[in-house]
């Protein structure tokens, strides 16, 4: 039931958090300069007008907007030409603007919106690949495709409520046709130009693609249209519309695709790195810059992952010392904790339903503990589901989709494909990070604050995402979640570990050109992970570059900014403050946060 499901603030705390003020060393947190704000608002309705999707997500196809809601992206011939143009024309216009007269909030979104254009200017000069979940090389893999977004989209961010709805519904069918076809073309051409996934990660786009390729009247894209259309007493012909659309245009479209998919992997080779097409490193250098918003090199990063990497290992060696686990390697006493068949919930749907409850359970018992370092919680809901069993193959283990600006609940998912990989004492991390106080919390805030421009909002950068997120894990264990769970502790350390991993092979792969195999041999035998659950990790690194390193980088520059801000302020600092000034400003690069807080810092002691 969605009531159970939601995670809305008990009316008692939502007094307290929800509708609290901002504390008053935010007086310059709304933006003020009247050119910036109608800049932004133009470059936010351009930005729509090119992804629709994005206006459905946020809730804005409507009024004005309406026309985005029955139409998707498109993929055609020159979209990289027409992206770079586009953000060429922005940066023109931005930069027209004098920086120097800007202060408070409108200087840091103008750095922050500055930052975004210019990597995205870097980023479009590569004619090749796709934007899925960051810069792929690749416009078509497991993660990457039309073929695994456009369905769960649909489903799941399109709304049926009127006739209007289950036409455009229909209307971005017919398009995903289209799609799928401009997607084929923008493969083969790039292909053609020695730009191809490797081997493993075509055998896995095959089996996901043809999973999903069902008949109409089967297929999860018409029975989420006819199930929705019927509940809102719209009839039954929806449904036999888009199994007729989904049998005479989008199966066509897939048989296509999966045909130049097994022609490509008839000639593919094994190699994962993009050293193999990206010859200076360029390419990969801006990926790394992109997913951590600063200049490290790869050299460096690989570095700190072997470095850290260690001192957790220290840690985690200690908890497993005192429960008497002295006997192998930290990895392989990890291992062990996997074989006690009592701490696992099932591979059956009851089983799976447990493993979603005691996910409730864990969000119920740390919101009550939020108001020790929290001001304010965001005033949205989400919910925990499993990931759609058509893309569990090749998804992530469990990721986390921001709610919408109209009410619609963000969504959490846990990749239920195979519960092994989900023993109790591992979960508790991920809801935290996944949930409160980790993504649904930092994006929440971010989508509620009337501070911020929407072109903000709807803006992302993975460093401090995911750097929150990793830091929220470690708030979590300072907040006592684990003072009665032993094992959950060792859970969220092995967590630690396996990002300080993320560091080594993601630039192992692509710099310093590991073969799958080095990869996922050096990540389970540093944190203990089954084969196949690494194998999946490993193949998600070598589809979207650089990405894995954002997490740790980002937790890096967030308890280096705490550990700042409590050295100079001593008896001053307020760990909520930190947090309340960390995130009021939304979703930065690392640069610009550390800029926020030592503004702060420099504010809060005069």
Same mark, same amino acid.
């Given at each position: 039931?969605?009531?159970?499901?939601?995670?809305?603030?008990?009316?008692?705390?939502?007094?307290?958090?929800?509708?609290?003020?901002?504390?008053?060393?935010?007086?310059?947190?709304?933006?003020?300069?009247?050119?910036?704000?109608?800049? /932004?608002?133009?470059? /936010?309705?351009?930005?729509?007008?090119?992804?629709?999707?994005?206006?459905?997500?946020?809730?804005?196809?409507?009024?004005?907007?309406?026309?985005?809601?029955?139409?998707?992206?498109?993929?055609?011939?020159?979209?990289?030409?027409?992206?770079?143009?586009?953000?060429?024309?922005?940066?023109?216009?931005?930069?027209?603007?004098?920086?120097?007269?800007?202060?408070?909030?409108?200087?840091?979104?103008?750095?922050?919106?500055?930052?975004?254009?210019?990597?995205?200017?870097?980023?479009?000069?590569?004619?090749?690949?796709?934007?899925?979940?960051?810069?792929?090389?690749?416009?078509?893999?497991?993660?990457?495709?039309?073929?695994?977004?456009?369905?769960?989209?649909?489903?799941?961010?399109?709304?049926?409520?009127?006739?209007?709805?289950?036409?455009?519904?229909?209307?971005?069918?017919?398009?995903?046709?289209?799609?799928?076809?401009?997607?084929?073309?923008?493969?083969?051409?790039?292909?053609?130009?020695?730009?191809?996934?490797?081997? /493993?990660?075509?055998?896995?786009?095959?089996?996901?693609?043809?999973?999903?390729?069902?008949?109409?009247?089967?297929?999860?894209?018409?029975?989420?249209?006819?199930?929705?259309?019927?509940?809102?007493?719209?009839?039954?012909?929806?449904?036999?519309?888009?199994?007729?659309?989904?049998?005479?245009?989008?199966?066509?479209?897939?048989?296509?695709?999966?045909?130049?998919?097994?022609?490509?992997?008839?000639?593919?080779?094994?190699?994962?790195?993009?050293?193999?097409?990206?010859?200076?490193?360029?390419?990969?250098?801006?990926?790394?810059?992109?997913?951590?918003?600063?200049?490290?090199?790869?050299?460096?990063?690989?570095?700190?992952?072997?470095?850290?990497?260690? @001192?957790?290992?220290?840690?985690?060696?200690?908890?497993?010392?005192?429960?008497?686990?002295?006997?192998?390697?930290?990895?392989?006493?990890?291992?062990?904790?996997?074989?006690?068949?009592?701490?696992?919930?099932?591979?059956?749907?009851?089983?799976?339903?447990?493993?979603?409850?005691?996910?409730?359970?864990?969000?119920?018992?740390?919101?009550?503990?939020?108001?020790?370092?929290?001001?304010?919680?965001?005033?949205?809901?989400?919910?925990?589901?499993?990931?759609?069993?058509?893309?569990?193959?090749?998804?992530?283990?469990?990721?986390?989709?921001?709610?919408?600006?109209?009410?619609?609940?963000?969504?959490?998912?846990?990749?239920?494909?195979?519960?092994?990989?989900?023993?109790?004492?591992?979960?508790?991390?991920?809801?935290?990070?996944?949930?409160?106080?980790?993504?649904? @919390?930092?994006?929440?805030?971010?989508?509620?604050?009337?501070?911020?421009?929407?072109?903000?909002?709807? @803006?992302?950068?993975?460093?401090?995402?995911?750097?929150?997120?990793?830091?929220?894990?470690?708030?979590?264990?300072?907040?006592? @979640?684990?003072?009665?769970?032993?094992?959950?502790?060792?859970?969220?350390?092995?967590?630690?570990?396996?990002?300080?991993?993320?560091?080594?092979?993601?630039?192992?792969?692509?710099? /310093?050109?590991?073969?799958?195999?080095?990869?996922?041999?050096?990540?389970?035998?540093?944190?203990?992970?089954?084969?196949?659950?690494?194998?999946?990790?490993?193949?998600?690194?070598?589809?979207?570059?650089?990405?894995?390193?954002?997490?740790?980088?980002?937790?890096?520059?967030?308890?280096?900014?705490?550990?700042?801000?409590?050295?100079?302020?001593?008896?001053?600092?307020?760990?909520?403050?930190?947090?309340?000034?960390?995130?009021?400003?939304?979703?930065?690069?690392?640069?610009?946060?550390?800029?926020?807080?030592?503004?702060?810092?420099?504010?809060?002691?005069?």
């Amino acid at each position: 039931m969605l009531d159970r499901r939601s995670f809305l603030l008990s009316a008692a705390a939502g007094a307290v958090l929800a509708g609290a003020p901002a504390s008053p060393v935010f007086a310059d947190a709304v933006a003020g300069d009247a050119r910036l704000g109608a800049l /932004f608002d133009a470059f /936010f309705q351009e930005n729509l007008q090119r992804s629709p999707e994005g206006a459905t997500q946020l809730g804005l196809d409507k009024g004005a907007n309406a026309d985005l809601r029955s139409r998707l992206t498109d993929r055609g011939p020159g979209q990289h030409q027409r992206d770079l143009a586009a953000v060429e024309s922005q940066l023109q216009r931005l930069t027209a603007l004098d920086r120097s007269a800007l202060t408070g909030a409108d200087a840091v979104n103008y750095d922050t919106v500055l930052y975004a254009l210019k990597t995205s200017k870097r980023l479009a000069q590569f004619d090749f690949g796709g934007r899925s979940y960051g810069p792929s090389p690749y416009v078509i893999s497991q993660l990457t495709g039309a073929y695994q977004s456009v369905p769960d989209f649909l489903d799941t961010k399109h709304r049926i409520d009127t006739t209007i709805d289950a036409d455009a519904y229909l209307s971005r069918l017919e398009q995903y046709a289209a799609v799928l076809d401009q997607e084929t073309a923008r493969l083969e051409r790039d292909v053609a130009a020695g730009v191809a996934p490797p081997d /493993f990660l075509l055998d896995e786009t095959l089996s996901q693609l043809g999973q999903g390729r069902t008949a109409g009247v089967d297929n999860k894209l018409v029975q989420s249209l006819a199930r929705r259309a019927a509940a809102r007493g719209l009839g039954a012909s929806y449904g036999a519309a888009a199994a007729r659309l989904y049998d005479d245009k989008v199966a066509p479209a897939l048989d296509r695709q999966l045909a130049a998919l097994k022609k490509v992997r008839s000639g593919a080779q094994h190699d994962p790195g993009v050293w193999r097409f990206d010859k200076t490193g360029e390419f990969f250098a801006a990926c790394l810059q992109s997913a951590t918003t600063t200049q490290k090199s790869p050299e460096e990063i690989h570095q700190i992952g072997l470095e850290q990497g260690r @001192m957790v290992s220290a840690r985690i060696d200690g908890l497993l010392k005192a429960r008497g686990l002295t006997t192998g390697t930290v990895a392989a006493r990890i291992q062990g904790l996997y074989k006690d068949p009592g701490l696992y919930f099932g591979q059956d749907e009851a089983g799976k339903a447990r493993l979603i409850a005691y996910c409730y359970e864990r969000l119920d018992a740390v919101r009550t503990r939020l108001p020790k370092v929290f001001k304010r919680i965001p005033p949205y809901r989400f919910e925990v589901r499993a990931v759609p069993s058509d893309i569990d193959t090749g998804a992530p283990l469990a990721y986390s989709q921001a709610p919408s600006l109209d009410g619609r609940p963000g969504i959490v998912y846990f990749n239920l494909h195979d519960t092994a990989e989900w023993p109790r004492w591992n979960i508790p991390t991920t809801v935290y990070h996944e949930g409160l106080p980790g993504h649904q @919390m930092e994006s929440g805030l971010a989508l509620a604050n009337p501070g911020l421009p929407l072109i903000r909002k709807s @803006m992302g950068f993975s460093a401090y995402a995911e750097g929150w997120a990793l830091y929220t894990e470690q708030l979590a264990d300072e907040l006592g @979640m684990y003072e009665d769970d032993p094992l959950g502790q060792i859970g969220y350390l092995k967590g630690q570990l396996f990002r300080c991993g993320r560091l080594v092979v993601d630039t192992g792969i692509h710099h /310093f050109r590991w073969t799958r195999e080095k990869a996922v041999a050096y990540l389970t035998g540093l944190d203990g992970d089954a084969v196949g659950s690494t194998t999946r990790e490993i193949d998600r690194y070598c589809s979207i570059p650089g990405q894995a390193c954002s997490y740790k980088v980002g937790h890096n520059t967030w308890t280096a900014a705490r550990a700042r801000a409590e050295k100079a302020l001593g008896s001053r600092y307020d760990i909520k403050d930190f947090h309340e000034v960390g995130l009021n400003c939304g979703r930065v690069p690392l640069e610009v946060l550390d800029g926020v807080i030592d503004r702060w810092i420099a504010q809060s002691r005069t």
